[in-house]
């Protein structure tokens, strides 16, 4: 999810006006959490799920654009790859039976998407690394059609002045270069978003740090990244260094 940008080039002062905006906002925020003048009486959960788009041989279906079109759901975004959506569920209060209700719903709107999905000669499948992701996939027109994405992609090399190595250790080591943030769109995750009072948060921050463990060992997923056997999840350390500014 983002605004559409009108350019992809940013001048000196483009960026100076960017800081002082960020600057801004730290203000504003530190001011907020001075008075916690936040809504924080009613608790709120919503959630993210990025998803990759397949064929039915379950090769990457660079389709994006037509399978949204199909849709037709604004809360089905694009994301960084071309097989690549985003969906994005509307945030609701959190007691009684809101969990039951988030599950049912978004069981029942992906349902729906996959039908929609269907016309365009594509599936939408969830998992953190889509394992047949080859690297003749992220060549060529592998870019979802958003000037914002190809903004971030010339932004990171601007700031980095030369190409990405990736290189990730494993039972079958990856090491190569790239002159793109390609890899990056395929580390896809879902994200939880809860709304909790000030005085709650420190509770809350542990209590998921402690579930952290045991939810990444039931739902790590992506071992295998452009036919290389790596991690058992490999999303965090392909993401770290598919992006970094620094050469």
Same mark, same amino acid.
């Given at each position: 999810m983002g605004e559409e940008l009108k350019h992809t080039e940013f001048s000196r002062e483009h960026r100076r006006e960017y800081r002082r905006k960020v600057q801004l906002c730290l203000d504003v925020f530190e001011t907020m959490l001075s008075r916690s003048s936040f809504d924080f009486e009613?608790?709120? =959960? #919503?959630? &993210?799920? !990025?998803? /990759?788009?397949?064929?039915? $041989?379950? $090769?990457?279906a660079m389709s994006n654009s037509e399978v949204l079109a199909s849709i037709a759901d604004p809360a089905y975004q694009t994301e960084l790859g071309a097989y690549n959506i985003e969906f994005n569920v509307p945030p609701r209060r959190l007691p009684g039976r809101a969990a039951l209700e988030l599950e049912d719903e978004v069981r029942a709107s992906l349902n729906a998407a996959e039908v929609k999905a269907n016309l365009s000669d594509a599936h939408i499948v969830m998992? #953190?690394?889509?394992? =047949?992701?080859?690297?003749? *996939?992220?060549? #060529?027109?592998?870019?979802? !059609?958003?000037?914002?994405?190809?903004?971030? /992609?010339?932004?990171?090399?601007?700031?980095? %002045? !030369?190409?990405? +190595?990736?290189?990730?250790? %494993?039972? &079958?080591?990856?090491?190569? $270069?790239?002159? =793109?943030?390609?890899? !990056?769109?395929?580390? =896809?995750? +879902?994200?939880? *978003?809860? $709304?909790?009072?000030?005085?709650?948060?420190?509770? /809350?921050? /542990? @209590?998921?740090?402690?579930? @952290? #463990?045991?939810q990444l060992a039931l739902g790590a997923n992506s071992p295998f990244f452009f036919g290389h056997h790596l991690w058992a999840e490999t999303r965090i350390e392909l993401f770290a260094q598919a992006t970094d500014t620094r050469p």
């Open positions: 009613k608790p709120l =959960t #919503g959630m &993210e799920i !990025e998803c /990759n788009l397949v064929d039915s $041989q379950y $090769q990457p998992v #953190g690394i889509l394992p =047949t992701l080859m690297p003749q *996939h992220l060549s #060529g027109a592998w870019m979802s !059609e958003s000037i914002r994405y190809q903004a971030l /992609n010339d932004s990171i090399f601007t700031a980095r %002045g !030369e190409d990405i +190595m990736i290189d990730i250790t %494993g039972p &079958e080591r990856l090491s190569l $270069q790239t002159a =793109t943030i390609a890899p !990056e769109s395929a580390c =896809t995750s +879902m994200q939880l *978003h809860l $709304q909790v009072s000030p005085a709650d948060f420190a509770n /809350n921050w /542990n @209590a998921a740090q402690v579930l @952290a #463990g045991p």
